[in-house]
Each structure stands twice: as structure tokens, then as C-alpha cells.
């Protein structure tokens, strides 16, 4: 019994950490919490899968903050989230068959890009675009199943996108977290129809520490400047694209 609830323990502190800097920058929930079941042995499927349960509710927390906290708009949120869910779907079905490292080898190339080029961004002003550019929907759908494949990565996509087409950081972070809300529970019931769910006490310990950090993420978002929160997303994208880069070597 203590060896459970110390599991539960360190699940909901990896789970509430990963939660602040996903509330805050819009990315790295899913990164944080795969890389740590992969690390105990996970296969990867039942790590995106358990990623994916716990966002369900993590993300739903976020999103209801973001939402609240006047972070949402509603044109970009319904861009997104319908080829999410599609390209989530997908994602699903894909990952039973394709293995994780050729989609490392694709997407590191890219994060390591669009991390540079937003640290490059931040020290012009930052974007105020309140509109929703072309091509968003295709965003939306590559992410969602880039994400269901790999037990991350829509957030990383959409936020870096979009931010490098001159958004308003705060309606870029608080739209992707409502679609993700709905993207992770479309992928989490195909998960949950095809390989069912393993490993609870990591997908409870993951949900209950980000439901408690979720608000503290929408709100600290709200208070950091436009320019620091853009930078900030580059550094967390190059840290992305540094570690699928380590993964493809290793």
C-alpha cells in the first residue's frame, strides 16, 4: 500500500508540473508525462494511451480555465478542434502499426525550426491577429494525429503554427487547450476501444496533479508579457526538437 500511494504521489507531482508549463506555454503536457511511462517501460501505445485518458481530464480543466479567463476565441477553437479530432482518429489506428521513431524523425527537424524562428520572433512585437489564417484546419488535423501517434505533439504543432503566423499568444495558448480538451477524449475512446487501459495509478496520479495545477496556468498566462510567453514557447519547442533528436540516436 505505501508503494502504490507514493507511485500516486509522484505521478500527480510529474502530472501537476507538467500541467503548469502546458497551462502557461501551451505544449509540453504530453511530452513530459509520455517520456516519464516510456522511461518505466511503457510500450509506446500504452504510453500515448495513458497520456491521452489523463489529458482528457487535465485538459478539460485547462480549457474550462482558459475559457473563463477570456482566453478563447471562438472561430479559432472550431478551426481546430474538428480535423483534431479527425487526424486523432486516425492517429489511433496508425499507432498500433507504424512505429513512433519514423514520426521522430519527422518532427524533430520541424521543432527545432519553429523553435528558432520563434526566438527570433520574440524581439519583434508580439502578434495581435485575432482572425483565423488559412490553412488552420490542416494544422489542426496533422497535429491531432501526429499527437494520438506519438502521446504528444498537437500543442507543439498548433501553438508554434499559429504563433508564427502573428496570433495573440493568449487566444493561440487558450484555443488550442479547449480543442485539446476535445481532441484527447476522442483519441482516449479509441484508445480505450482498442487496447483497453493499463496502468491506472499513473493515470490517476497524472489527472489529479494537473486538474489542481490547471488554473494556476490560465491565469499566469494572462499576467506574462506577450513577448516573454513567445520565448518562452521557442525554448520549450527546442527543447522538443532536442530530445526527438537524442530519441533518434539512442
Not at 24 to 50: E, K
Not at 54 to 59: K, L, Y
Not at 154 to 174: C, D, E, K, M, Y
Request: charged share 10%.
Amino acid at each position: 500500500m505505501p508503494t502504490r500511494l507514493s507511485e500516486l504521489l509522484a505521478f500527480m507531482v510529474v502530472g501537476a508540473l507538467a500541467q503548469l508549463v502546458d497551462g502557461a506555454l501551451g505544449m509540453a503536457f504530453g511530452v513530459t508525462s509520455s517520456g516519464l511511462l516510456l522511461a518505466l517501460g511503457l510500450p509506446p501505445v500504452a504510453a500515448s494511451a495513458s497520456v491521452h485518458y489523463a489529458e482528457a481530464f487535465t485538459c478539460g480543466a485547462s480549457g474550462l480555465s482558459h475559457l473563463l479567463a477570456g482566453n478563447v476565441r471562438r472561430a479559432l477553437f472550431l478551426a481546430l478542434v474538428i480535423p483534431g479530432v479527425l487526424g486523432a482518429l486516425i492517429g489511433v489506428w496508425i499507432a498500433v502499426h507504424v512505429p513512433p521513431s519514423w514520426l521522430r524523425a519527422m518532427l524533430a527537424p520541424y521543432l527545432l525550426g519553429m523553435g528558432g524562428f520563434l526566438l527570433l520572433r520574440c524581439r519583434r512585437p508580439a502578434g495581435t491577429r485575432l482572425d483565423v489564417p488559412r490553412g488552420t484546419g490542416v494544422t489542426g488535423g496533422i497535429a491531432g494525429l501526429v499527437d494520438a501517434i506519438g502521446g504528444g505533439g498537437w500543442s507543439a504543432i498548433t501553438v508554434t503554427t499559429l504563433l508564427a503566423r502573428g496570433l495573440q499568444p493568449r487566444a493561440v495558448i487558450g484555443s488550442v487547450h479547449l480543442a485539446k480538451c476535445v481532441v484527447s477524449v476522442a483519441a482516449s475512446f479509441s484508445f480505450l476501444f482498442t487496447i483497453g487501459v493499463s496502468h491506472a495509478a499513473a493515470v490517476a496520479g497524472l489527472i489529479i496533479g494537473g486538474a489542481l495545477a490547471a488554473p494556476f496556468g490560465a491565469v499566469f498566462v494572462r499576467r506574462v508579457p506577450a513577448r516573454v510567453a513567445t520565448a518562452l514557447a521557442g525554448l520549450a519547442v527546442l527543447a522538443l526538437g532536442l530530445n526527438n533528436t537524442v530519441h533518434l540516436f539512442t
